[in-house]
């Protein structure tokens, strides 16, 4: 019988491969994505060491979830969820600027550039399309990194809308939508930045509107539909601009962003190690296994599908539950259905503790959550919570307005204790923007 290239395989096969005990299988899949992960987050982060850790950690996460559960969905798009969180993870914590000049340690820099189509360019036409790619660049610049992070893993890495939905916890019917109007949104920006460089000394209307305004820094989304509006009516601006591809024909073209031999040694150093080292055991395997699951889904379908998540195996592997429980009644307004979705090992525990499948526009679900005092930091997009003394991180999905406890506003108000007294009663308030 011959031997199964592993090459050859396709990505669910590599992960079977895997989960029956073949290192290389996932070795394989390792090789099959590492570069285009770190072209992927270093675009979001700005840093090519820290594009490099967030590259480490998506892996040795998807390492661990791999030997915690079988992955649903997609493969690759489930490896981008993770790294995807895992940047916007980083930036929160760094408070980093996104889309820097991705300079190294040694103090190099990684240029964007689009290639030559032909098999030699004169000089002013490699000088031009470098003038190119950073106007581009410079229009990526302005979408924010959740933007910004679709919008690439569309165009450039060509996930399927399904897949897109699956790595944003939305629903699929949403994604064009959004996807049309962030393409838009990128056109403008580049529009306006092409015809600031190439185009205002020809015309004297888009020289006026122009005028003091200091680019890239201050394409707001107002002068973006107003230079949008003005092309639509100049005949020689739009001459102009049609000399140019639009945004979504230039991106996908720019040349991937490769981690440095040396970042490349340590990631695969880090690989083998993490390959190497044995499955945790006992209880710890139990809490690898959530941290896997937790990180490597689409963040919940809902905010509550993570936060549901996090409550309930924390209660379970923490044996919390014998301090006794609080009711929580949850109340959505304005928010689509929110499904929730649990695997090994939160599904067991959430089914103790009465946690429903899904929160639907105008019903109250109620629920329960191991007693105690909870420290909590939530904002639109990311929700911190302190269990017993377990941190945990969870991840919103939905696009949220407002967020209450007790009628108590939670969302963007910093840290805030929430005592929650064995057999005590509590309403949680979620108003989607």
């Given at each position: 019988?011959?031997?199964?290239?592993?090459?050859?395989?396709?990505?669910?096969?590599?992960?079977?491969?895997?989960?029956?005990?073949?290192?290389?299988?996932?070795?394989?899949?390792?090789?099959?994505?590492?570069?285009?992960?770190?072209?992927?987050?270093?675009?979001?982060?700005?840093?090519?060491?820290?594009?490099?850790?967030?590259?480490?950690?998506?892996?040795?996460?998807?390492?661990?979830?791999?030997?915690?559960?079988?992955?649903?969905?997609?493969?690759?798009?489930?490896?981008?969820?993770?790294?995807?969180?895992?940047?916007?993870?980083?930036?929160?914590?760094q408070r980093t600027t996104a889309f820097s000049?991705?300079?190294?340690?040694?103090?190099?820099?990684?240029?964007?550039?689009?290639?030559?189509?032909?098999?030699?360019?004169?000089?002013?036409?490699?000088?031009r399309r470098a003038e190119l790619a950073e106007?581009?660049?410079?229009?990526?610049?302005?979408?924010?990194?959740?933007?910004?992070?679709?919008?690439?893993?569309?165009?450039?890495?060509?996930?399927?809308?399904?897949?897109?939905?699956?790595?944003?916890?939305?629903?699929?019917?949403?994604?064009?939508?959004?996807?049309?109007?962030?393409?838009?949104?990128?056109?403008?920006?580049?529009?306006?930045?092409?015809?600031?460089?190439?185009?205002?000394?020809?015309?004297?209307?888009?020289?006026?509107?122009?005028?003091?305004?200091?680019?890239?820094?201050?394409?707001?989304?107002?002068?973006?539909?107003?230079?949008?509006?003005?092309?639509?009516?100049?005949?020689?601006?739009?001459?102009?601009?049609?000399?140019?591809?639009?945004?979504?024909?230039?991106?996908?073209?720019?040349?991937?962003?490769?981690?440095?031999?040396?970042?490349?040694?340590?990631?695969?150093?880090?690989?083998?190690?993490?390959?190497?080292?044995?499955?945790?055991?006992g209880l710890s395997s139990v809490i690898a296994?959530?941290?896997?699951?937790?990180?490597?889904?689409?963040?919940?379908?809902?905010?509550?599908?993570?936060?549901?998540?996090?409550?309930?195996?924390?209660?379970?592997?923490?044996?919390?539950?014998?301090?006794?429980?609080?009711?929580?009644?949850?109340?959505?307004?304005?928010?689509?259905?929110?499904?929730?979705?649990?695997?090994?090992?939160?599904?067991?525990?959430?089914?103790?503790?009465?946690?429903?499948?899904?929160?639907?526009?105008?019903?109250?679900?109620?629920?329960?959550?191991?007693?105690?005092?909870?420290?909590?930091?939530?904002?639109?997009?990311?929700?911190?919570?302190?269990?017993?003394?377990?941190?945990?991180?969870?991840?919103?999905?939905?696009?949220?307005?407002?967020?209450?406890?007790?009628?108590?506003?939670?969302?963007?108000?910093?840290?805030?204790?929430?005592?929650?007294?064995?057999?005590?009663?509590?309403?949680?308030?979620?108003?989607?923007?």
């Amino acid at each position: 019988m011959p031997e199964f290239d592993l090459r050859a395989a396709t990505d669910d096969q590599l992960v079977d491969r895997f989960r029956a005990g073949n290192a290389q299988a996932f070795a394989t899949l390792y090789e099959r994505y590492v570069d285009r992960v770190y072209d992927f987050v270093a675009r979001l982060v700005g840093d090519r060491e820290v594009a490099a850790d967030v590259t480490q950690e998506t892996f040795v996460k998807a390492l661990t979830g791999l030997r915690a559960r079988r992955v649903q969905g997609s493969v690759r798009a489930w490896l981008f969820t993770i790294a995807r969180n895992t940047a916007i993870d980083s930036l929160r914590r760094q408070r980093t600027t996104a889309f820097s000049r991705l300079a190294t340690s040694e103090g190099e820099e990684w240029e964007p550039e689009i290639p030559a189509s032909g098999l030699e360019a004169q000089p002013e036409d490699v000088a031009r399309r470098a003038e190119l790619a950073e106007l581009v660049w410079q229009a990526a610049r302005g979408l924010n990194p959740s933007d910004y992070a679709l919008l690439d893993l569309s165009l450039r890495h060509d996930l399927s809308p399904a897949e897109l939905a699956q790595v944003v916890g939305a629903r699929r019917s949403a994604i064009n939508t959004r996807l049309s109007r962030l393409r838009d949104a990128l056109e403008e920006s580049l529009t306006a930045l092409l015809l600031a460089r190439w185009g205002r000394h020809d015309c004297a209307e888009l020289d006026r509107l122009l005028d003091g305004v200091e680019l890239p820094s201050g394409l707001t989304p107002q002068l973006r539909r107003t230079v949008a509006r003005h092309v639509e009516q100049c005949e020689v601006c739009r001459r102009t601009r049609s000399k140019v591809a639009t945004a979504a024909e230039l991106l996908p073209a720019a040349t991937p962003i490769l981690p440095t031999p040396e970042l490349r040694a340590v990631l695969d150093t880090a690989l083998q190690q993490a390959l190497a080292a044995p499955a945790p055991g006992g209880l710890s395997s139990v809490i690898a296994q959530f941290r896997g699951w937790l990180s490597g889904t689409a963040p919940g379908k809902a905010v509550l599908g993570t936060l549901g998540a996090v409550v309930v195996v924390v209660g379970a592997v923490g044996g919390w539950l014998t301090f006794g429980t609080a009711t929580v009644a949850v109340a959505t307004s304005h928010c689509p259905p929110l499904e929730l979705e649990f695997g090994q090992p939160a599904s067991a525990a959430a089914w103790l503790l009465g946690v429903p499948s899904e929160f639907r526009p105008g019903e109250v679900r109620n629920f329960r959550v191991p007693a105690g005092t909870l420290t909590v930091r939530v904002m639109r997009e990311v929700a911190e919570i302190r269990l017993a003394g377990l941190p945990v991180e969870i991840q919103l999905a939905a696009p949220l307005a407002e967020v209450t406890w007790d009628g108590q506003a939670l969302l963007g108000r910093g840290l805030q204790e929430l005592r929650a007294p064995r057999g005590s009663f509590h309403t949680i308030g979620l108003t989607c923007s």
